[in-house]
Structures are given as C-alpha cells and as structure tokens.
C-alpha cells in the first residue's frame, strides 16, 4: 500500500469510524450504567416478563407476516413492468418516511372507519389490544422488507428461472423451485431487518396500541414508562435487553443465511 | 425439426422479422452473427421466452407458437449457463425428470447416463459454485438433454472456454449427438465451431437470416 493509498483510506476510516464510535460508546455508556443486579431485578418484575414475551411474539408475527407480502411485492417490483409501478414504489416509501406517530395515528383513523369497525365487531379486536401491536409493527417493518427482497430479485438473474420454465416448470414451480431457494439469504436478510424494526417500534404501537400494562406493553412501549415515572436505572436496564435480544436474533439469522449452515452435508 | 415460418419478434428497442429458416431433425446447425445482432433473440424465441407476434415456430411439424416453454420439449443451454446454485450437479440434473414425474429409479438411471456420456460422474454431488468453466458447461448440458428433449439450443456453449477444454467440449458435442439424435441449434459468432461442427450454416446481418451458401460451408470446412 503506498502513501496516496493509506492518506485516502486513512481519511475513509475516520469518516466511517466516527460512527462506529458513537454506537459503541452509547452501549457502553448504557453498559456502566447499569449492573447485572439492576437487570435481574428488571427481569424478575412480571411487567416487563409480560413485555418480554409480547416483544418476543409481535416482533415474530409481525415479521413473518412482512415476508409474505414482501416476497411478492418484492418480486412483481423487480421483475415486472405493470402500469402504476412507480406510484407503487412512492406508496412503498410512506412507512419509512412518515413520522412513526404519524403512522400509529393514521391506523387508529383507518379503525374508526366503518368497515374496520364491521371488522373488529364480527371477528377480533384490534385497537388496543394484540393485534394492534402486531399491525402497527408490520405497517412500517414490511416497507423496509419490501426494499431488502426488490433489491435481491433485480440483483439476481431471469436466466435460471427461464431455464427453469424451458425445462417443464410453471412459473409458480420456477418460483418456488428455482428463484425462491436462490434468494434465501435475501429473504432471511429481510426477515431480520422486518424482525429488529418491529422489536424497536415505538411510535405507532404507543398511538394504536396505547401503553397499557400486562396488555399491550411491549419493551420499547416499558422504556417510555419506565422514564416517565423517573426509574432511568430500570429503563436502561430494559434497553440493554432489548440491545442483547437484538443482537442474539440477528447472530441467530445471520448463521441460518448461510447455505452451508442449511445444509452442511453438501460440499460448497 | 426447427422451423421458423415467417416470423417477427419483438426485442427491447429493435425487432427481427420474417424471419424464416429450417433445421432438419438430427441434424446440427450453427446460427452465426455478430455480437447484438439478435442471435440469443432467436433462440429465446424458440423457447416461448419471447413474444412473437406474427409467423409461426413449429418443432418437429408441431406448431408451438402458442405454447409455453415447459410444453414444447426443448433443452436450452444460455450462454451463461444459469446452473441452479443452490441445488448439487445431481439435483440440476435430477430437475427436469423431476419437475415431468418421472419416478426415482427412471430418474437415478439418466443421471447415470448422463453422467457416463458427459464424464461428470465424479462431480455429482458438487455444487456449481465448485465447478470449472467446462465442467459447468456439461453439466448445463447434461441438464438440458435430462429429459430427452428432440429439440437442443445452446446460446455461445463453448465462449470463455480456454483452448484445451473448447477442443474437448466440441468433441464431446459431437458424441452428445451422435449418442442422441437431438436436433440442435447451436449459435456462436466463431467460425471455427460451424467448421467443426455444423452440418448447416445460418447466417443473421442486418435482421434477416439467410442460409449460407455451399461454397461458404465449404470454405468454413477447409
């Protein structure tokens, strides 16, 4: 490496590590501000067990749920022309543009309609209750999936699916068979990224859901009360978990991304 | 039999049309064009990959204009080979007897075949990744030719081969027919693969293909 090389890259570096200075100068900030006995005793509260397992569960639902409709939409963005496709795409970025409050307020509108109210009359409750956690999370953590498998399929080539289809498949079977198996890292990719931004949503869960107690409470939803009534020990605590149970899940899905830790039998 | 009665195909910005040629069956033509001409248009088209508004593509008699490819019983080779990644050389091979019902030993049994005939026996249970330039190409043949189509396309079979293994894919070419009787349309712009392997010579310039003349096939032979 000559001096130009190490000036250049040297000066990437600063840039870039800056940043990275920041995000673990604020986990150990949080770090040494609790300690472990201060997490247990956030644990051993049933409140935020509840909020635990709720996160554990919305977080879940709601990214499976964003899978099923990014993969499709993903697909059809990638791969097809079809009038109204750049609407769509503008359609697609409200959820990540939109003031998270804004979007918690714009559901809670939508379950003031009349049909929504038919809905919540004859089959379930939403407003207040689970499912609301579950929709709010799913309503911003699918955009962000949607972009994650859209940017997989134009990556990848039509060519093995085409063959695929030359070869006595349907397009469903190329899909499934071919395209689908071949994007596994992208949809695992996006599960995760669909999995942390629901584990982290605030906003609209607080607007839609409200932060009701061994009901609708789900981490993010504890750390805001937690601060409000002034226990900051018992927030940071919780934080700490909600970064550990990120950081668990995402190590979790970073080694199922990869094919050989699918199927090690076969020799890559 | 290839043939393509009068046929015009859309292509991005430009099209071909009427174009018209015949390959008899069993025998093996060479499609030959400058890079962007269209030639990888044309065997798209015999696919059902592309839509062809006007004329007919009719495969062994049987008009086949409106079908989809997975109905008109081909064995397409793409310049890329576009192998499955993620599946093992067995299963791309395995796929499309698979993907017709064929039943497991039937199944196991052209693997065998076609293994012996493409001498990638030792590969099977590889994946893609792990395979060299050449030893993809036979298995993106072998998985072309697992269904015992009538019909071959191969889209620049034998570009970036090194010499060597160019010398041994157009041997092995000459074996596959020999040992298949597959009608095939092989398209390149090298005139050394028409020479070694072509009983007929199409040319495609300027959007129409024309046969090329005896004297040119014969010149191609010397």
């Known amino acids: 490496m000559n001096r130009d090389d190490r000036r250049f890259l040297g000066a990437l570096a600063v840039l870039g590590g800056g940043y990275v200075l920041l995000i673990a100068a604020m986990f150990a900030a949080d770090l040494f501000f609790t300690s472990p006995a201060q997490l247990w005793r ?38 097809c022309e079809f009038p109204g496709k750049r609407l769509i795409n503008a359609v697609l970025d409200i959820p990540v543009v939109l003031p998270p409050l804004v979007v918690g307020l ?33 309503s911003v953590a699918a955009a962000f999936g949607v972009r994650v498998l859209q940017a997989a399929f134009s990556q990848m080539t039509p ?27 992208a949809v695992v990719a996006a599960f995760a990224i669909a999995w942390a931004r629901s584990l982290g949503e605030f906003g609209p869960v607080l607007v839609f859901s409200g932060a009701t107690r061994m009901k609708t409470e789900v981490l993010s939803t504890t750390v805001f009360l937690e601060l409000s009534v002034g226990r900051l020990d018992a927030a940071v605590a919780v934080s700490l978990l909600m970064i550990l149970m990120a950081v668990l899940v995402l190590w979790i899905l970073q080694h199922l991304g990869r094919s050989d830790a699918i199927d090690p039998t076969v020799r890559r | ?50 839509a062809v508004p006007q004329g007919r593509i009719l495969l062994d008699g049987r008009d086949v204009t409106p079908l989809r490819p997975a109905d008109r019983g081909i064995g397409y080779v793409p310049q890329d080979r576009a192998l499955f990644q993620t599946m093992t ?36 249970d590889r994946r893609p990744a792990d395979l060299s330039g050449g ?18 396309l191969l889209d620049e079979p034998l570009s970036a081969l090194d010499d060597e293994t160019w010398e041994g894919m157009t041997v092995l070419l000459h074996q596959v027919r020999k040992a298949t009787g597959v009608t095939t349309l092989h398209v390149t ?7 070694r392997l072509a009983d007929q010579v199409l040319v495609l310039a300027d959007g129409a293909v024309r046969p090329s003349a005896p004297a040119d096939l014969e010149e191609l032979r010397r």
């Open chain 1, 42 to 79: 956030a644990l051993a509260t049933p409140e935020i067990r509840f909020a635990i397992v709720l996160t554990l569960l919305s977080a879940s639902a709601s990214a499976v749920v964003s899978i099923l409709v990014a993969v499709p939409l993903g697909y059809l963005l990638a791969r």
């Open chain 1, 159 to 185: 060519r093995s699916e085409q063959v695929a289809l030359t070869l006595g498949c349907s397009r469903a079977q190329a899909f499934f068979l071919v395209v689908l198996p071949e994007a596994r890292r």
């Open chain 2, 89 to 124: 050389v067995r299963q791309n091979l395995s796929f499309a007897p698979g993907v017709r019902g064929w039943g497991a030993a039937d199944t196991a049994a052209r693997v065998a075949e076609l293994a012996e005939l493409l001498r990638i026996a030792p590969l099977l």
């Open chain 2, 189 to 195: 712009h090298r005139r050394e693969e028409a020479r």
């Open chain 1, 106 to 138: 714009s559901l809670l509108i939508l379950f003031q309609t009349a049909p929504a109210r038919f809905f919540e009359k004859h089959a379930f409750q939403v407003t207040y209750a689970v499912p609301s956690v579950i929709l709010a999370q799913f």
């Open chain 2, 1 to 50: 039999m290839i043939t393509l009665d009068r046929v015009t195909i859309r292509a991005g910005g430009f099209r071909l049309q009427d174009l018209s040629f015949e390959i008899p069956a069993g025998r093996y033509g060479v499609l030959m064009g400058r890079t962007g001409s269209g030639k990888t248009t044309i065997l798209e088209a015999i696919c059902g990959l592309r």
């Open chain 2, 135 to 152: 030893e993809a190409q036979r298995v993106a043949l072998g998985r072309a030719l697992a269904a015992k189509p009538k019909i071959l």
